[in-house]
């Protein structure tokens, strides 16, 4: 199968760097390969560097990095326990993960998910307590926390972040450039993005530097009045990337004026101050495909080899009020469609070049219907591949002959978003779409063969307890069909329809202090704006408390990123377990508390570390023999059983005589930093 070639050392124009720390570990983030085949096109030498997948990398090839870090508190509570036991288990399990992660050849038992999962925990206990994963939401004390950092030996911030400023340094050395550009897609980047480029500013006084990607268009002028950005960055980015860093290169061959360069916010270092007055006169049907030269496709967290393209630049509807990127593109001319054969285009070059069988069309809101077409020329180009999408739930998708259409051409899956079932909040959202279509999509979607994957939001404005509960019920009676991805609260962002005018829905925002996001629910707290308060709505911490309630009630039946798959709901088409269990014994990975770690008597507690979930057995229920395995003493233990042997915790074997051994004790307060879900989910029972 072809991979993506090697780059030869040697000066480059742009070094393009993808910092840490963030959960896109999926595939290539699509901005460097963007930017890298379109200056490669005007004839400029690139290396792209994705620097949040280098980490884990390094971490397989060196995995003594993971001991000073499972070591790092030198104690003995529930912390230290935890760090040691992952630390463990990704050890002992180390060449499976290594040759799945690596090379996508077979992890051996342990499977291809949890062997993406197990890496994922390694990464992240790695980072964890170090600069590169703290959240800080006020941009003055980031800016401060960066500047520290940089000004601190590397390996006095951990060794994560020793590792990544030899990452750093290595490439100066290989790829000397003029231009090194950061791309900052998550806000959870803007740290480490701060603190790599006063890196490059030490190392190589006279490289340009540039930020740009999504959070300098949400943030550009916050970000160019902080002290230790201006000292450090020469210039922000606030659209597309390409134009920009084209034309400053020209700029700086000396062929055009610096004030021809469209798109950027220029700081005292430049040269030059304030924004340019000129705007990009690119459009994306002007671009090409994707260039992945250099990057490490083969090799990304997924469970296959996988890689993304785009179709559009913004979103075509653009007017739910939530989103700050679809309400950039409700000024005429913003939104940006590729052509049907500029898709097929870009989706027949990199299946050529990275030997991918999966293509995720990364749009926030794709056009169906253009999708089709195009994904119909590739397959007349003899081009075979399957895709995914992420749309509205949207009247289209319940058109049994649209969807078997999409599932011919290759649509196996489609993310949505999911804010509830009542018309009346997703009208006041601007949502543009119909609530009596859901439950025909859900049953269209899934009965042509198509997974559909929700991402829940809750605090939806002034939602009223009885539209909760309508829409938990919906959810619940489709848990089956359908998988989730996430769950989070709302979140203004700046540029938002509710950031710009949040009376017209019944919002107040807290513009004066720190920013908020979803600490509780999401990586490094997700998606970060401002406070809101709901006038005569649920506190946030009603809304919370309710999202909990969907983690608890909800039992996916297909592929989900917030719970353990449901071993036999594929099987038996229901997500419940189909029946008592006498005994079982946990996996590797499953490992029991100590007791001396509990305050709470009677109760075997068992922690599973490839989903970070905790389920206690009361010893009046379920037994623990000497040797690990667990055997019901009462009903409520065989179904207590069930639940772990259906979420691949233990799996099913014959029963052992009766014991008087006494089990290991319960799970201490939840494991802080977990970063998919509430807490809620880390001591539930399995029932």
């Not at 599932?407 to 993310?415: D, F, K, P, Q, S």
């Not at 189909?578 to 509990?598: E, F, I, N, S």
Request: a positive charge; hydrophobic letters at 40%; one cysteine or more.
């Amino acid at each position: 199968m072809p991979c993506v070639p090697a780059v030869d050392a040697g000066p480059v124009d742009v070094l393009l760097l993808f910092p840490p720390q963030t959960e896109a570990r999926f595939f290539p983030y699509l901005s460097l390969p963007y930017l890298t085949g379109h200056l490669r096109r005007r004839g400029r030498r690139v290396h792209q560097a994705d620097l949040n997948i280098a980490l884990l990398h390094e971490l397989l090839h060196k995995p003594c990095l993971l001991d000073a870090a499972a070591g790092a508190r030198g104690g003995d509570g529930m912390r230290d326990w935890y760090r040691r036991e992952m630390a463990m288990a990704v050890d002992r399990h180390l060449t499976g993960i290594r040759a799945h992660v690596m090379r996508k050849a077979s992890p051996g038992d342990l499977g291809a998910a949890r062997s993406v999962r197990l890496a994922r925990q390694a990464l992240e206990l790695f980072v964890r307590d170090t600069f590169l994963t703290s959240v800080r939401r006020d941009l003055d004390a980031l800016d401060r926390a960066a500047r520290r950092a940089a000004d601190r030996p590397p390996a006095a911030s951990g060794a994560a972040v020793e590792v990544l400023h030899r990452l750093v340094t290595d490439l100066l050395a290989r790829h000397p450039p003029r231009v090194a550009g950061l791309s900052v897609a998550f806000f959870s980047q803007l740290g480490p993005a701060l603190l790599i480029a006063a890196w490059i500013r030490e190392l190589a006084p006279r490289v340009k530097i540039c930020l740009g990607g999504q959070q300098i268009m949400l943030r550009d002028a916050d970000l160019a009045a902080l002290p230790g950005l201006r000292r450090t960055v020469d210039a922000l980015c606030w659209t597309a990337g390409e134009e920009p860093l084209e034309r400053w290169l020209d700029a700086l061959d000396g062929t055009i004026p610096p004030s021809a360069v469209p798109g950027m916010t220029w700081l005292p270092r430049s040269g030059a101050a304030g924004r340019s007055g000129r705007p990009p006169s690119l459009r994306f049907h002007d671009l090409g495909p994707p260039d992945h030269t250099g990057l490490p496709v083969r090799s990304y967290l997924n469970e296959g080899l996988e890689v993304a393209v785009i179709s559009c630049v913004g979103c075509y509807w653009g007017r739910c009020v939530f989103c700050a990127y679809g309400n950039r593109s409700l000024p005429p001319g913003r939104y940006q469609q590729a052509t049907v054969r500029q898709v097929a285009d870009a989706v027949e070059t990199v299946v050529r070049d990275t030997g991918t069988r999966f293509v995720a069309i990364t749009d926030e809101n794709t056009n169906l219907r253009l999708i089709s077409k195009a994904m119909r020329a590739v397959r007349e180009r003899g081009v075979r591949v399957r895709f995914g999408v992420r749309s509205r739930l949207e009247s289209g998708l319940a058109d049994p002959a649209f969807c078997r259409e999409l599932a011919e051409v290759g649509c196996a899956m489609i993310a949505v978003g999911y804010e509830g079932t009542s018309q009346r909040l997703l009208d006041l959202m601007d949502r543009g779409v119909c609530a009596a279509d859901y439950q025909r999509i859900v049953d269209t979607v899934t009965g042509a063969g198509i997974t559909l994957r929700l991402s829940v939001m809750g605090h939806v404005l002034d939602e009223r307890p009885e539209e909760f509960e309508e829409s938990l019920r919906f959810l619940a009676a489709n848990e089956r069909r359908i998988g989730i991805d996430a769950l989070e609260l709302m979140v203004p962002e700046p540029g938002s329809r509710l950031a710009r005018a949040p009376e017209r829905f019944g919002i107040s925002l807290d513009t004066s202090g720190p920013l908020a996001g979803n600490p509780e629910l999401s990586y490094l707290a997700g998606r970060v704006g401002y406070p809101l308060t709901v006038d005569g709505g649920p506190t946030r911490a009603e809304a919370l408390a309710r999202l909990e309630r969907i983690f608890q009630v909800v039992r996916p039946g297909r592929v989900s990123a917030v719970r353990p798959p449901s071993r036999r709901a594929a099987a038996r088409g229901s997500s419940r377990p189909a029946g008592p269990a006498d005994a079982a014994r946990p996996y590797p990975w499953v490992r029991t508390v100590p007791a001396r770690l509990d305050t709470v008597p009677d109760r075997t507690v068992v922690a599973d570390l490839v989903w970070e979930q905790f389920y206690a057995l009361p010893h009046r229920d379920v037994e623990q023999h000497p040797d690990g395995l667990l055997t019901a003493r009462t009903a409520r233990g065989q179904r207590l059983l069930a639940r772990l042997v259906d979420v691949s915790a233990a799996e099913p074997c014959p029963a052992a005589p009766p014991s008087t051994a006494v089990p290991s004790g319960p799970a201490a307060p939840p494991y802080p930093a977990v970063p998919a879900a509430a807490a809620a989910r880390l001591t539930r029972r399995p029932t």
